[in-house]
């Protein structure tokens, strides 16, 4: 218990250690999040609007059952 | 490295190396954290208070790194319009802004500690506020306008006049006189760091830069991504 609290009082700097990690911890997390979710919404719509086109429609209508296991 | 020139392929490419690049980074971090934070002694002058240069110095130094890619990019979208120039320096931007504001933030933190005070309007930590700013104008102007080749050009000229920032956020401790302290580790010469603080620091380098590669991987990914939605957009429009 007293060596928990050692740490966490990093010999009287904890007040600036831990707000150091938070922050960089924070910004990080933050950017991973907005990046993915980014990348996951756009693809997404990709998916959607390709469907939608009908070239491609007709091509992936052709190549479905065509290639499959008969 | 032309081989991942073609949009496409480098999608393929990135789609199969981002989970791989993803673990690697948590696993340097968890190592990191654990040499950063319990393993590592105690400076035998800041004290405790080392353990803010594991944070800070990476994130300063990939805040750099990342800007070498904007501007890069944005070169190579401008002179050579590669494909994936405009890609790789928009999706780089705000990643590079976010390890500057780590740099400025933690910084700060360990200044008051150390110098008595959280802020000095000297070289080092004015150049560094000066590639944050870069860097939101960079992203500022990329949204800037409806047509988004004109605001990435916009945005690529000022990202390669910005490169100039680099050596002096780099030479500023020994150009001025400053309270922040010059570097320790040099290419040529052996780093005036102890192996016990010089091992974790490079281990959460290594997590950083893999950071950001795994970053740059996942929004560029975003950006083709986006890029073929609006050619399929004007696909459809045209097919009414």
Known sequence: ?70 | MHRFANPARFARFAATATPWSAAATALLFAIGLWLALVASPPDYQQGESVRIMYVHVPAAWMAMLTYVVVAAGSASALVWRHPLGDIAARAASPVGAGFTLIALLTGSLWGKPMWGTWWVWDARLTSVLILFFLYLGHIALLNAFDEPTRGARAAAILAIAGIVNLPIIKFSVDWWSTLHQPASITPFAKPAIDPAILTPLLVMAGAYFLFLVTLLLVRMRAELAEAKLRAARATLLAHG
């Open chain 1, 1 to 70: 218990m007293e060596s928990l609290q050692r740490f966490v009082e990093m010999d009287g700097y904890g007040g600036f250690v831990w707000p150091a990690y938070a922050a960089a911890a924070l910004v990080l997390l933050a950017l991973w999040l907005l990046s993915w979710r980014a990348l996951r919404r756009s693809e997404g719509a990709l998916t959607e609007m390709e469907a939608r086109l009908p070239g491609r429609r007709e091509r992936s209508e052709h190549a479905g059952p065509a290639r499959g296991p008969a």
